[in-house]
């Protein structure tokens, strides 16, 4: 049977759209259909399905979960301002996909001449390239999902002309810096903590969630649970079993069974870590560096390369996916390559021409 003919215009590429073209679609009022879909899925019910299907199907960690609603919502009042209503889930077009990342950027003002009320995402001007990026692939998982679900018939999200992200060399502290770090400390959990973090490379998500079930210490092992759900084996060092069990001495009494709990028994909380670390900085003189939970996990990887330790084995302990990921501490080695180069200069040292 012959085709039947579609007004539709071929898309073309996004990576081929200019610079201009994108800024284009910013003046070009959207052209939002009555219905784009049979269903006419409702925009926030489009959401709580794909919430469900993050935590029931992929088993998406509940601050993962957290991280994708709070995109959606800045994405719907986005919507909310620039369409004057959130249209339905099959009604948003690529056109209103780009001008929220132009917003995020900041492009869209500078060529305009007004200023976005307060709280609107138009005020988020000059947003890093990374968090543009990670939005943008947020509304890429979502309506993604909707359109293998049957809800809408395209993805708008599709294959967005990204932003450049510079990717910057992991910081890390040196050796004494280390042991300025941990000698700085004399609170038993803040001391465990740091040491444990030092030690294992564990994200600072995945040390607040360790349960008393997951410590080991007989073994000298811990039980994480990662990104994704995913659990990995990590092994305690000796350091961090003495902490640990300095710790669980001075522990407050509580029923809570996290193995980190705040003064009144509760969880310890993600963003206390980074109080904490920050105190302990400020005692060890090294503040302003902009040393954080993150980057004791980027010192623990740059240390076990500098000692030899292959990419792989880093690669299992960190918990990455991809083998790129943890490369990157290869390159941020400067030592250990002058160390190499080094080592080959006494290979092809000449006799001294005075002798």
Same mark, same amino acid.
């Given at each position: 049977?012959?085709?039947k003919?579609?007004?539709?215009?071929?898309?073309?590429?996004?990576?081929?759209?200019?610079?201009?073209?994108?800024?284009?679609?910013?003046?070009?009022?959207?052209?939002?259909?009555?219905?784009a879909?049979?269903?006419?899925l409702?925009?926030?019910?489009?959401?709580?399905?794909?919430?469900?299907?993050?935590?029931?199907y992929?088993?998406?960690?509940?601050l993962?979960?957290a991280a994708?609603?709070?995109?959606?919502?800045?994405?719907?009042?986005?919507?909310?301002?620039?369409?004057?209503?959130?249209?339905?889930?099959?009604?948003?077009?690529?056109?209103?996909?780009v001008?929220?990342?132009?917003s995020?950027?900041?492009?869209?003002?500078?060529?305009?001449?007004?200023?976005?009320?307060?709280?609107?995402?138009?005020?988020?001007?000059?947003?890093?390239?990374l968090?543009?990026?990670?939005?943008?692939?947020?509304?890429?998982?979502?309506?993604?999902?909707?359109?293998?679900?049957?809800?809408?018939?395209?993805?708008?999200?599709?294959r967005?002309?990204l932003?450049?992200?510079?990717?910057?060399?992991?910081?890390c502290?040196?050796?004494?810096?280390?042991? *300025? $770090?941990?000698?700085?400390?004399?609170?038993?959990? /803040?001391?465990?903590?740091? =040491?444990?973090? @030092?030690?294992? +490379? %564990?994200?600072?998500?995945?040390?607040?969630?360790?349960?008393?079930?997951?410590?080991?210490?007989?073994n000298?092992q811990?039980?994480?649970?990662?990104k994704?759900?995913?659990?990995?084996?990590?092994?305690?060092?000796?350091?961090?079993?003495?902490?640990?069990?300095?710790?669980?001495?001075?522990?407050?009494?509580?029923?809570?069974? *996290? $193995?980190?709990?705040?003064?009144?028994?509760?969880? /310890?909380?993600?963003?206390? =870590?980074?109080r @904490?670390?920050? +105190? %302990?900085?400020?005692?060890a003189?090294?503040?302003?560096?902009?040393?954080?939970?993150?980057?004791?996990?980027?010192?623990?990887?740059?240390?076990?390369?500098?000692?030899?330790?292959?990419?792989?084995?880093?690669?299992?302990?960190l918990?990455h996916?991809?083998?790129?990921?943890?490369?990157?501490?290869?390159?941020?080695?400067?030592?250990?390559?002058?160390?190499?180069v080094d080592?080959?200069?006494?290979?092809?040292?000449?006799?001294?021409?005075?002798?």
């Amino acid at each position: 049977m012959p085709r039947k003919p579609t007004s539709e215009k071929p898309r073309k590429r996004a990576s081929a759209e200019p610079e201009e073209g994108i800024l284009a679609l910013w003046e070009e009022p959207p052209a939002i259909p009555e219905m784009a879909t049979e269903e006419g899925l409702d925009f926030d019910d489009a959401v709580a399905r794909f919430m469900e299907y993050l935590r029931a199907y992929r088993s998406y960690s509940p601050l993962t979960v957290a991280a994708y609603r709070r995109d959606l919502a800045l994405f719907r009042k986005f919507l909310q301002r620039r369409a004057e209503s959130v249209p339905q889930a099959g009604a948003i077009t690529r056109q209103l996909v780009v001008q929220f990342a132009l917003s995020l950027s900041g492009a869209a003002l500078r060529r305009g001449s007004g200023q976005a009320p307060k709280g609107d995402p138009e005020r988020s001007r000059g947003a890093a390239p990374l968090t543009v990026r990670r939005k943008l692939a947020c509304l890429s998982s979502f309506f993604g999902f909707l359109e293998d679900m049957g809800h809408i018939r395209g993805n708008p999200a599709h294959r967005l002309p990204l932003p450049k992200v510079d990717q910057p060399l992991p910081v890390c502290l040196s050796e004494a810096e280390i042991r *300025r $770090l941990v000698t700085a400390g004399d609170d038993p959990l /803040l001391r465990a903590l740091v =040491v444990l973090l @030092l030690t294992t +490379g %564990l994200r600072r998500a995945e040390a607040v969630s360790i349960t008393l079930d997951n410590v080991d210490l007989k073994n000298g092992q811990l039980l994480v649970h990662g990104k994704g759900a995913k659990e990995r084996i990590v092994p305690l060092s000796d350091p961090a079993i003495a902490e640990i069990q300095h710790y669980l001495r001075h522990r407050p009494t509580t029923n809570c069974d *996290r $193995l980190f709990v705040s003064q009144s028994g509760g969880p /310890l909380h993600p963003q206390a =870590v980074n109080r @904490l670390l920050e +105190g %302990l900085l400020e005692r060890a003189g090294l503040e302003g560096r902009g040393i954080t939970p993150h980057k004791l996990r980027h010192t623990f990887a740059t240390q076990l390369i500098r000692q030899g330790v292959d990419v792989r084995t880093v690669q299992d302990l960190l918990g990455h996916n991809k083998l790129d990921t943890t490369a990157r501490y290869l390159h941020s080695d400067t030592r250990s390559k002058r160390a190499a180069v080094d080592r080959l200069s006494d290979l092809v040292a000449l006799p001294d021409a005075a002798g």
